[in-house]
C-alpha cells in the first residue's frame, strides 16, 4: 500500500485547521485579503444565505474585458433574480433523467479509453491522462454539442483558470493578464460555434440558448458564451480529480476495493466519502454584503468571505471521526458540490461519470495501485486537492 497520500502543504494545512477551528474558527488572512471560514455549521451558513453573502466577486476582480465577456452569462457569479432566470435555462438539460439518458454513452467512452489502454499492453500508466481527464471532457463536449476533437483546448483554458495560475489569479492585475490569452482565446472559439449554430438548424444545447427567451427578449452572444464557458470549465477538472482521488482513497484503503467489486450499490457512497474526505475544489467564495458577525467574529460589508472545504468538512463537531475514510457513514452532508441555490449543476452528472469509471477500471483489472516508486506531484493546495497526474500499476484481469 502506498500509504497516506497527502502533500507536505496540505497536511501542514489541515494540522493548522484543527487547531484554527477550537481557537480561531472565522480569521482573517491578510496575505490573501479574505475571511476563512473553518467551521462547517458556518460554512453552510455563508455558502447558502444569499440575502447576506452576495456571489457576485466583481468588486475584487480586476476590470478586463475578456472577463467582462464572459461574465454577462456566468450565472454562478450572479446573484438572485438574475441567477435564477438563467440557470432556470439550463436546468432542464441537467435533471437526473437527463443524466440517466447519457449513461450508455459516458460508459462507452470509459470502455474505449481502459480498452485503449489494454491494447497498447502498459503495465504502468499515468491515470489522468488515460481515463480521469479525457472522460468528462469528452462527455461535457458531447453535451454541449461541442467538438470533441477540441478537447485537448478545453483542457488548457480549465486549467489556465483554476489550476496554472493559481484560483486567486482573478484578483490580482499580474493574474488576469496571465490568464487573458486563454479566455481571449476560449472567447472567440465559443462565439464562432454560437455563431455557426445561428446559420445552421443543429440541435443541442447551443440551439436551446439562442432560442431561449428571458423576459421577452432572446440571449444576446455575450450571455450564451458566459453559459458556455461555465459548463466547459465547471464540467471536466473537478470531475477528473474526484475521480483520481478515489483511486488514492482505494489505494489508501486496501479492503476497500474487495467490498466495492461484491458490492457495487457501495460505490455511490464510497463516492460522496471520496467528496467530503478530498474535495477537489479548496475554497467558496463569497462578497459579505452587509456588517455580519459569523463564529462570533464581525466581518464588514464589502468583504471577501471564503469558506474552507477542506477544514468545514474535517470538523469534528458534524463528522464523527474526520480523518477517517469511512464509506458507511449514515449520511452524505458533504459540502463538495456546495449547498443552496448555487449547489452544483452538474453533480448528477459527476457522480454517474465517477461511478462509471471506476466500475470499468474494476471490471477491466484485477489490481491498480498507485506506483510507489515515482513521486506524485500534487496541485497547490489552495487550488484543486489532488495531483497532477497519477502513475499507476494495473494487473490485468
Ligand atoms: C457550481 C463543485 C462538476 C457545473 C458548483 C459549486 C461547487 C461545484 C462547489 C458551487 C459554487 C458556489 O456555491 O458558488 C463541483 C465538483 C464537481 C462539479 C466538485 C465534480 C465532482 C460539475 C459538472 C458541471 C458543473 C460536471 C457541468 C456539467 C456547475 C455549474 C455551477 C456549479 C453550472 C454553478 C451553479 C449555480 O451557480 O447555480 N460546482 N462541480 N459542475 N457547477 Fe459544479
Redesign the pocket.
Known sequence: MGGPHVSPALRAMMDDYVHARVHEPVRFDEKANRWEVLRYADGVRV?SDFEVFS?DLSAFIPDHEELRNFSKGN????DEPR?KEL?GL?TQG?TPKFVQSLVPRVEQVAAELLDATLERGQERVDMVSELAAPL?VI??AE?MGLPVADRHLFRKWADALLVDNGVDALFSEEGVAAMAPSIREMNQYLLSHVDSYRRSSKDGLIRDLLDAELNGRKLDDFEILGFLA??LI???L??S??LTNALLCLDENPGLAKELRADRTLLPPMIEEV?RYR???VW???CALTDVEVGGRRIPKGALVGTS?ISTMRDEAEFAQPDVFDIHRKQARH?????????????P???Q??RIALTALFERFEDFRVAEDEELVYHDPNDMNGTKKLPMDLVRR
Open positions: 455558502i456571489n450565472f454562478q457569479a450572479m441567477h440557470r439550463v441537467f468528462p462527455v461535457i453535451v461555465l459548463l465547471a464540467g471536466h473537478t470531475t480529480t474526484v467528496m474535495s477537489p475544489l467558496i467564495n463569497r472545504l459540502l463538495a458540490f456546495g449547498k443552496g441555490i448555487h449547489f452544483c449543476l452538474g453533480a452528472l459527476a457522480r461519470e465517477a
